[in-house]
T-cell receptor, first 114, second 114 residues
């Protein structure tokens, strides 16, 4: 079985400051890792994903994430946030074999302050 | 290129009633999954359809059932509604069932059970 933990339910940060949203996972099998963003009253949009290769993954809107297998983490970072980044961010994992089933964390609400 | 479309966007039902939610996958996609997102929570996997068959199922009771049509569109049916079924229901589509395939989400159907 897999589980995803997003320790921070809310993260306030000032505009143009850097931000890191933390994600830790637990799994007995190999997994792929994903970050999704959900703007108010909308569905989820893929920010980035790690399947294999370089552990530093770059995504859309200037976000990046680093896969750390030893620490079972996949933290999301952005060097300078904008007001428009205010949203809910979800980390998810999916087993690498068989049909996929995404397991999501409970989300982190990023609030960018002016 | 139309993305994943869902209908209705909002609906209110009474306990004990039945509801049907509809989903049209992104153009070219043949696999549909359904997720339930309760308020303040991450999405939880309900089931996945491919080639008109349920391929995988999450921990949801038999009151939750689905169907996939030859044109790849899908329906989610929930019988004997409970107050706890109130949530955002998200449809996601992809090309194929392979792990790691990017899934695209619709904007969801908000279900309120009173």
């Amino acid at each position: 079985a897999q589980s995803v933990t997003q320790l921070d339910s809310q993260v306030p940060v000032f505009e143009e400051a850097p931000v890191e949203l933390r994600c830790n996972y637990s799994s007995s099998v190999s997994v792929y890792l994903f970050w999704y963003v959900q703007y108010p009253n909308q569905g989820l949009q893929l920010l980035l994903k790690y399947l294999s290769g370089s552990t530093l993954v770059k995504g859309i809107n200037g976000f990046e994430a680093e896969f750390n297998k030893s620490q079972t983490s996949f933290h999301l970072r952005k060097p300078s946030v904008h007001i428009s980044d205010t949203a809910e961010y979800f980390c998810a994992v999916s087993p690498t074999s068989g049909t996929y089933k995404y397991i999501f964390g409970t989300g982190t609400r990023l609030k960018v302050l002016a | 290129d139309a993305g994943v479309t869902q209908s209705p966007t909002h609906l209110i039902k009474t306990r004990g009633q039945q509801v049907t939610l509809r989903c049209s996958p992104k153009s070219g996609h043949d696999t549909v999954s359904w997720y339930q997102q309760a308020l303040g929570q991450g999405p939880q996997f309900i089931f996945q359809y491919y080639e008109e068959e349920e391929r995988q199922r999450g921990n949801f009771p038999d009151r939750f059932s689905g169907h996939q049509f030859p044109n790849y569109s899908s329906e989610l049916n929930v019988n004997a509604l409970l107050l706890g079924d109130s949530a955002l229901y998200l449809c996601a589509s992809s090309l194929g069932v392979g792990a790691g395939n990017t899934i695209y989400f619709g904007e969801g159907s908000w279900l309120t059970v009173v």
